[in-house]
């Protein structure tokens, strides 16, 4: 017997190959319709900032075979450059999607890839919505058993991780067999990138989604024409993704459940523009102004946090550029506290060295607290927040889960007017209707073309 036939990444392959459309459950299906709302409104808005222009101008000059959509343009790219500006663009403001203790962003990598695909082989609504649903599942399943060692080790995860999502979209829009699947899978394991020194200040941060995304449309090509990849990618003790990237549990769990508990029904929706370790401090300052804190009768503000979130946002926040804000919790308490939001019209350009800010910033303490991590990757947004006031007076709160979380959602209604909200001044009220008229209605869209049509230049 061929031992590399008993690899996680073959079984994947298998499990990718025999998974049809009817074997998802409804309430997968609606909610892939979901992401794919958002993640296109998150791609739309992102596309016309300078980072999502320049790429999608790159894509356009890189020639190649064309006829795939890039978003808000009237010029065409090759299945990878799409990919590439289209994933870029989702991921260009911290606003696209996320499943927690994946600490994965699957929508900006899992929708371009499966969408380059589908519009270049013609495939249909319901083609896309089961690559969707595959490339979620085995992406934040790869996620969850890297865990919180690997998102911790220099490395950010939608870039790392994002390969495994994309190319298994990818090579389910090209329907690949269990052999081509598992090697389209393994050839994107190899192309996991992506260094998280990005966060405190570059274009490379949003660069990471729109490049896995790519990766995984690459390896999928590959995989059909025969080229092969390695099927011990995950487990091998020397130079496997978990061992090599700090993973931190049984390469084994990944399958467990596999078409049965699907962890993509547990992606929730970002309503702040900021990095999701920040939401639930932006949470806990909303939850202090309803109690009668403001920025003038601040006195001095404590956050406490996991490791991974102090990692990600409890850095000394410095006025760099947008990502950086974006970023830093700090930046977020003080936007929230002086805007009472901190959606994408709060985080702008005139706003990151504001005095106002700044002043604000210099009486908040953020800190790491070990007891905060005892609740592991699914808690890892847990924040406790204590306000001293200048009466005299102390407020706290505890927030456990992000407002938008599978643990507090908040409905179909606030992520259509989300989307709405993206597309005011993007796109005509009546093209952005129509999109998402066609996403509701996906899966009976014979092709892609009428979705295509609506998310190209605007008319």
Known sequence: MNTMSTTVIARLGAWLSSLRYEDLPSDVVEHMK??????????LFGARQPWGSMVSELASELGGRPGVTLFGRGETASPPNAALANGTAIHGYEIDDVHVSSSLHPAAVTIPAALAVAEAEGRSGRDLLLALAAGYEIGIRVGICAGVSHSTSGFHVTGTVG????AAAAASCLKLDATASAHAIALGATQASGLYAARKGAMAKRFHAGRAAESGVLAALLARKGFTGALNGIEAQSGGFMSTMKGQFDPETILEGLGENWECR??????????ASAHTTIDAVRELTAAGLRADNLQHLTISLSKKGA??????????DIVS?????SFAAAIQLLEGDAFVKQYRQDRLADPDVLTLIA???????????AGGAANRHRVTAVARMTDGRVLETDVPHRTGSAERPVGRQRIEQKFFSLCD???????????ASTIATMDAQATLRELGRHLSATH
């Open 363 to 373: 009486k908040m303490e953020f800190r790491h607290e070990p007891e905060l991590d």
């Open 425 to 435: 001044g993007i796109v005509p009220p009546a093209q952005a209707h129509a999109i």
């Open 325 to 329: 804000a974006q970023m830093n919790g």
């Open 163 to 166: 390969t495994f999502a994309a």
């Open 266 to 275: 547990r992606v929730g929706f970002k309503l702040y523009a900021a990095c």
């Open 311 to 320: 990692m990600n946002v409890g850095w000394p926040y410095q006025p760099v």
């Open 34 to 43: 979901l992401c794919l709302l958002d993640g296109i409104g998150c791609g």
